[in-house]
C-alpha cells in the first residue's frame, strides 16, 4: 500500500515538473464556522471549525494537473480526531489525444444518479461527431478522502461507461451503466451472549453492490418544448428503479408549463440486510407554471400527488421571485406529514457590487401524521458580502434557529474567497 500511495505522489510531481506550466489558476477559500451543541441536559459545548479548501489547476497546451483539497481542524478539545486533511481532486488529464480521446488518472470525480462520488483510478472520454463514448474503473476511497488507496479493490471499486448519441436532430440519447461495490470497516460492538452478559464482538460485512444500467432521452425545441426522460434499472435485483420524466412548454406569452411524474423503488444495496423486507414503490406527479410578468417579477405555482401502496399525500407550492429576492409558501398533507411553512430571502448590492447584504427568514408548523403533535420552527439569517476586488471576497452570516430541540440556537460563519488565473511564456 504505500508503495502504491508513493507512486501516485511520485507521477503527480513528475506530471508537473516535466514542463513548466504556461498557466495556474484555482481558489483559495478560508472559513470559519462557530456553533453550540447539547450532549445532555443541560450539558453543552461551544465549537470552532476552520476550513481551508484549496483548489489549483496547471496547465500546459492540453496537459492539466488538477488538484482539490480541503483542511479541517477542530477547536474543540474534547474530539478524538482534530483535524482532517481530504484530498477530493488529484489527477493528471491529457485532453485532444489523437484528436478524439481525453484521458485522466488519479483520484477524480465522477457525476452520475446511481454512484457518483470520488475515486483513484482512469478514465477514458471519445468524442466523435454525433456521438461521445465514456468509460471509467478505479477503487473507492478511503475514509474521510485521504492520500491512500483502499486495501481491496475486489470489494471496493466502481466501473462503467456512458454512450451518448446527438445525430439525431434536437434528440439526445443516453445509454450508460454503473457497478459500484464497497464494503464497510468491520468493528467491534457489545452483544449479548447465550447467558445475556455483555461480550464484545467482530461485525464484519459483506461487500454491498449497486449494478444498474440506465437510458435517456431528451428533446429540445428552441421557445416550444424541453422533455428529459430517464430509466433506471436495477440488475441486482431484475426490476425498474426509476421512472422519470420531466417537460416544459414554453410556447405561451409569459408563461412556462412544467410537467413532472417520477415513479421510485427503494434504492438498496445488494447484500444489504433492508433487502429481506417489502418495501413498496412511489409515484410522484406534480404540475405547475411560471407566470413573467416582467423582467423583474415572477410568479411561480405547483401542486403535486405522492401515490404509495395504500395511502397518499399532497405538496403545494407558491412563490414570487423578483430581482431583489424570493418569497415562497409551501403546504405538505396526508400520509408523509403536515406541514405549512413561509420563507423569504433577499440580497442586493450595492456601490457596483462592493456591498451585498442578505438576509433570510422562515417558519414552519408541522406535525410528522394528523393526529401527531403540532411542532413549530423558525429559523433567521443575516449577513453581507464585501468583494474589493473581482478575485477578492468576504462573507459574514449570521444563523438562528429555534423549536423544541434547538432553543435559541446561535450560529457564526466567516469565509474568504480567493481566485487567481496566472498565465507564463
Excluded at 24 to 53: A, K, M, P
Aim: glycine content about 6%; aromatic content about 18%; proline content about 2%.
Amino acid at each position: 500500500m504505500k508503495k502504491l500511495t508513493i507512486s501516485f505522489c511520485l507521477l503527480m510531481l513528475t506530471a508537473t515538473g516535466y514542463v513548466f506550466p504556461q498557466n495556474i489558476n484555482g481558489r483559495v477559500s478560508s472559513s470559519v464556522y462557530s456553533f453550540e451543541r447539547y450532549d445532555t441536559v443541560n450539558v453543552h459545548y461551544n465549537y470552532l471549525r476552520f476550513f481551508e479548501q484549496i483548489g489549483l489547476n496547471f496547465n500546459q497546451d492540453n496537459f492539466s494537473l488538477r488538484t482539490n483539497i480541503d483542511y479541517e481542524a477542530e477547536a474543540a478539545s474534547n474530539l478524538t480526531t482534530p483535524y482532517y486533511v481530504r484530498f477530493y481532486n488529484l489527477y493528471i488529464e491529457q485532453r485532444d489525444l489523437l484528436k478524439v480521446a481525453t484521458v485522466r488518472l488519479g483520484r477524480q470525480p465522477i457525476f452520475n444518479s446511481i454512484g457518483g462520488g470520488v475515486y483513484d483510478g482512469a478514465s477514458v472520454d471519445l468524442k466523435f461527431t454525433d456521438f461521445k463514448l465514456s468509460g471509467y474503473y478505479g477503487g473507492n476511497t478511503p475514509t474521510y478522502q485521504t492520500l491512500k488507496f483502499n486495501n481491496d479493490w475486489h470489494d471496493n471499486f466502481i466501473t462503467g461507461g456512458k454512450l451518448t448519441l446527438t445525430s439525431v436532430e434536437n434528440f439526445q440519447f443516453g445509454l450508460s451503466y454503473v457497478n459500484k461495490n464497497f464494503k464497510p470497516d468491520d468493528y467491534y460492538a457489545t452483544r449479548l451472549d447465550a447467558n445475556l452478559n455483555p461480550i464484545q464482538l467482530l461485525i464484519q460485512h459483506n461487500s454491498n453492490q449497486y449494478n444498474f444500467g440506465t437510458a435517456e432521452v431528451n428533446y429540445y425545441l428552441k421557445n416550444l418544448l424541453d422533455i428529459n426522460a430517464s430509466y433506471d434499472y436495477d440488475f441486482n435485483f431484475a426490476t425498474t428503479s426509476k421512472f422519470e420524466v420531466n417537460a416544459e412548454y414554453t410556447h405561451l406569452d409569459n408563461f412556462k408549463l412544467n410537467l413532472y411524474y417520477n415513479y421510485r423503488q427503494p434504492r438498496i444495496t445488494y447484500n444489504s440486510i433492508f433487502s429481506v423486507f417489502n418495501y413498496g414503490n412511489t409515484q410522484e406527479m406534480e404540475i405547475g407554471g411560471d407566470y413573467i410578468i416582467n423582467k423583474h417579477l415572477t410568479i411561480t405555482g405547483r401542486i403535486a400527488n405522492v401515490v404509495y401502496n395504500d395511502d397518499n399525500s399532497q405538496r403545494i407550492t407558491v412563490g414570487l421571485n423578483t430581482t431583489l429576492g424570493s418569497l415562497t409558501y409551501l403546504k405538505n398533507l396526508g400520509y408523509s406529514g403536515e406541514m405549512d411553512a413561509i420563507s423569504l430571502y433577499a440580497a442586493h448590492s450595492f456601490l457596483n457590487g462592493l456591498l451585498t447584504p442578505s438576509v433570510g427568514i422562515s417558519y414552519t408548523s408541522y406535525k410528522l401524521s394528523r393526529d401527531a403533535e403540532l411542532n413549530n420552527l423558525t429559523s433567521f439569517l443575516a449577513g453581507f458580502n464585501i468583494r474589493p476586488y473581482r478575485t477578492l471576497s468576504f462573507d459574514l452570516q449570521g444563523q438562528y434557529m429555534d423549536n423544541k430541540i434547538y432553543r435559541n440556537d446561535f450560529r457564526y460563519f466567516l469565509k474568504l474567497n480567493y481566485w487567481f488565473n496566472n498565465n507564463f511564456m
